[in-house]
């Protein structure tokens, strides 16, 4: 099993930035991509971006592209999200995903419990 562990969430204003951390651990070598997802109330969750092995390969939704930047450190088994110019409409639990494949887009198959974005106008 892989355990994955969010942090760095919390109440921005709009205009702010954010940077989510995402800890692996357990049998990491079994996951290759990384990704974050993120859920609204009321809405399905979205695939927000995503990460391959050697960080070259990234993949963004496109609400969210030239403001966000997905990054990986593999030597400490740790995803990124740096997220600036936030706006109301960011505002969602954002999750961390791990997959046994290498592809941004891939399926995802461990998920860590969620860290709470808030965006105010």
């Known amino acids: 099993q892989v355990q994955l562990v969010e942090s760095g969430g919390g109440l921005v204003q709009a205009g702010g930035s954010l940077k989510l951390s995402c800890v692996a651990s357990g049998r990491t070598f079994t996951t290759i991509a990384k990704g974050w997802f993120r859920q609204a109330p009321g809405k399905e969750r979205e695939f927000v971006a995503g990460i391959n092995w050697s960080g070259l390969n990234t993949n963004y939704t496109d609400s969210v592209k030239g403001r966000f930047t997905i990054s990986r450190d593999n030597a400490k088994n740790t995803v990124y999200l740096q997220m600036n110019s936030l706006k109301p409409d960011d505002t969602a639990v954002y999750y961390c995903?791990?997959?046994?494949?290498?592809?941004?887009?891939?399926?995802?198959?461990?998920w860590g419990q969620g860290t709470q974005v808030t965006v105010s106008s």
């Open positions: 995903a791990a997959s046994r494949f290498n592809e941004p887009r891939a399926k995802y198959d461990y």
